[in-house]
Structures are given as C-alpha cells and as structure tokens.
C-alpha cells in the first residue's frame, strides 16, 4: 500500500487524474462531434427530400416513419401543421413534438416555406448505445492510467528508494560509503553526489570534532589532576589553621567538579547508547549525595534543607549528568532564597525541588530555559538551566517550572515518556 505523502504516491495519482482528464475530455470531444455528424447527416437528407419533392409541379410532402413535410404558400398549404414549427423562421432546429424529438429544417423557396421534420429517436438510440461505448472507454483509460501510474511511479522512484535506503542505513563515520554508484547520470544522481559532498564535509567535521574533544579532555583532565593532587598534599600539612582547611577543601571541590562537569559534557557530545544489559541506577543516592554536596553553601544563613524521599525509583542515566541536573536545581535554589526553605522530593516519576525564594514574573519565567539568558538577580553566566533542558531531553523527560515573584519558584523533573519542554506559569 502506498502512503499518501509519498513521492510513489503522489506520482501515480497526478498520472491517473491526468490520463482520467484526457479520456473524459477525449470521450466528450468524440462524442459532441459524432452527435454533431448526426445533425448534419439528418439535414442533407432533409434538404434532398425538400429538393426532391419542391421540383414537382405540386408538392407532395413526404410522409414517411422518419421524415415528413409540410408546405405553405399563396397556392398551397399543408393541413395540420404543428403549432410548434409555425412560427420558425429559415434554420434548422430540434423541436418536441407532444412526445417525439424532431430534427426541423424551415427553408423558403419560390415564396413557399417548407418545413421537413426528421424523426429522431433512431438516432438518439444510437447515440445513447455509443455513449454507453465512450463512457466504457473513459473508465479503461482511467482504470488503465491509474495502473501505468503505479508502474511509472514504481519506476521512476525507484532510484529515489534505493538512494533513501542507503542513506538511512549510513552512518557518518562510513569511509567507503559511497552513493554515486547507486544511481545514473540524472537528477537522482545530482541529488546523490550532492550527498556524496554533504557526508565528506560531515566525516571532516566529524572527525575535527573528535581530536578536538580528545584534547580538550586531556588538556583539561591534566591540570585538573595536578590541582587536585596539590591540595592531597596541602591538606596533609599539620599546621594549617581550620579556615585555611575549609579553603583548601573548597578548592579540592571544585576542582572536583570540573572534572565531572568535563566528563558530563563530554558524554552529552557523545551519542547516547544504552545496551540491554546494563543496570538502572538510583536516583535517590545521587540526591543524597548532592545535597550533602551542596550543603555548606547554607553556610549558617536562614535557610533550612528538606529532603523526602517518598519514593527512591531506579533509572537509565549516566550518573555525571543527573548530577549536573539536581546541582543546578540546588544550587539556584540556594542562590534565591534569602530565607526560608528549600525542599526536595524525590517521588516515583518525578523529583521536585521547591523553594521560598525571590520567585520570577512571567516574562522571567517564559525565558529561563533559554541559552545564555539571566534574569535581574542572577549572577551566573545563564548556561545552568538551559544545560539542564538538554539533558531532559536527552532521556526523554520533562522539565515544568512554576514561579510567583515573591513567592519563590518549584521546579519538577518528571521521569516519563518523551514530550514537550513545558513551562508553566501563572499570570
């Protein structure tokens, strides 16, 4: 069966409606021009029969089944001429005749007017017969088009198939693949070295990509390390006072984080495979552990941490990036609420972090998932929630937020099927 959005389809019907067009336009055009034959043929032999019978000294009128005539002039004048030819003027005309269909030609001749009357009805026999033959003409063309056109169609596309086939089975990284051979020097081979160029530009991008995100790992990664090893060192020492410990493990947390958050982007840039096999993780131990991670940035304000966890469900995630998610949600969170609380609730679909902060208006609201943007009070660099966006979508979930400007801001992670980016907001 042909879908009816595709090129297939498409093609066999423009072909049937066209060769259905032409066979009724055909068919009418034959048959207007064989009544038309008729008419001509009905009036030559009524015009013999009126020479025929008017060279006579007087006029015997014809009186046969098909043909009468009638006469009226100073000298003679038919009896019982039809009151619906009387008043013709010279032509010829087609006439009933109580219930008969007349062809009737008015003619003047030697100051006598002559009508003659054709009985029609063996003609309109005939022609209803041969209408019956035109209209079994135009339904074989139309059935007869339509299946050329699925054969056309067949053929025509069938270029365009192959070449669609094999591009939906290529993979960017295929050295030897190669789609000119699939086709001839026509427009689908246009169309197929056009791809051709487009997968060679690809692979060259694609692999500029790779040296370029191996670098940046290694670069990154080694003085990160180097950092990291430093302070190992650095918080060994027996004489440092505690504020400088504090600093020095704030500093190992940090930089900490960076390499997660490079290991985290470096699998967003990266396809996402999951094989059958492979375990769901949990996701209120990684709630836990970013809470405890972020709980220093309290730093004895006003604020009180809530955690419940109604519900502990188990999911297919790489651990970095739900990280990055729940810090994020966290971490600005804290940054907006000046007192109060901030709580989170792990459930079995979703993860809402609520808080009593400066809360957002409308406008805020409907922009805060966008890249790069930052709202009056923040002082990020407004990546964080737009991050967080890509990475729902990455696993098929939903990101709501629900703000009231004074009143603070509620923020859910819903763990279900693929929909939508969602914002919510009350005016």
Not at 88 to 97: D, R
């Amino acid at each position: 069966m042909f879908q009816t959005s595709s090129l297939r389809f498409r093609v066999a019907f423009y072909y049937a409606l066209f060769g259905a067009g032409l066979s009724v336009l055909l068919s009418g055009g034959v048959y207007f021009t064989v009544q038309q034959i008729g008419h001509r043929l009905m009036d030559q032999v009524m015009l013999g029969e009126l020479y025929e019978h008017a060279s006579e000294e007087e006029f015997e009128p014809p009186n046969t089944a098909s043909i009468k005539g009638y006469i009226r002039s100073a000298n003679q004048t038919s009896p019982n001429i039809p009151d619906e030819i009387q008043s013709l003027e010279p032509g010829n005309y087609n006439i009933a005749v109580g219930k008969t269909d007349y062809r009737v030609l008015v003619a003047d001749l030697a100051d006598a007017r002559y009508y003659m009357m054709f009985d029609t009805a063996s003609q309109h026999l005939q022609e209803t017969q041969f209408f019956r033959y035109v209209v079994f003409f135009a339904l074989f063309m139309i059935v007869s088009s339509a299946i050329g056109g699925v054969i056309l169609a067949s053929r025509v596309t069938a270029s365009v198939s192959r070449l669609a086939k094999q591009v939906s089975q290529a993979e960017p990284r295929d050295a030897d693949l190669s789609l000119i051979k699939l086709t001839s020097n026509d427009e689908v081979g246009d169309l197929a070295r056009a791809f051709d160029r487009y997968l060679r530009r690809l692979r060259e991008f694609i692999e500029r990509e790779n040296y370029f995100t191996a670098d940046v790992s290694h670069e990154l990664r080694t003085p990160l390390a180097i950092m990291l090893g430093t302070v190992e060192v650095l918080e060994q020492d027996p004489t440092l006072s505690e504020k400088q410990r504090e600093r020095i493990a704030r500093i190992r947390r940090a930089a900490q984080d960076m390499i997660e958050l490079t290991s985290a982007l470096l699998l967003m840039a990266r396809e996402q495979q999951y094989s059958t096999e492979e375990a769901p993780g949990h996701v209120g131990e990684v709630v836990r552990s970013c809470v405890e991670k972020h709980l220093p940035l309290i730093a004895g304000r006003p604020i009180r941490m809530e955690v419940k966890l109604i519900a502990e469900p188990d999911l297919l995630f790489e651990r970095p990036l739900l990280e990055i998610v729940i810090g994020n949600l966290i971490r600005n969170a804290l940054f907006h609420t000046k007192t109060g609380f901030v709580l989170l609730k792990l459930e079995k679909d979703r993860l809402v972090v609520q808080d009593t902060g400066v809360g957002m208006r409308p406008d805020e609201l409907a922009r805060a998932l966008d890249r790069y943007y930052k709202g009056p009070s923040s002082a990020g660099s407004g990546v964080g929630l737009s991050l967080v966006k890509r990475i729902c979508e990455r696993y098929g979930w939903r990101i709501l937020l629900d703000s009231q400007e004074g009143l603070g801001t509620t923020a859910e992670i819903v763990f279900s099927a693929a929909k939508p980016v969602m914002i919510r907001a009350d005016a």
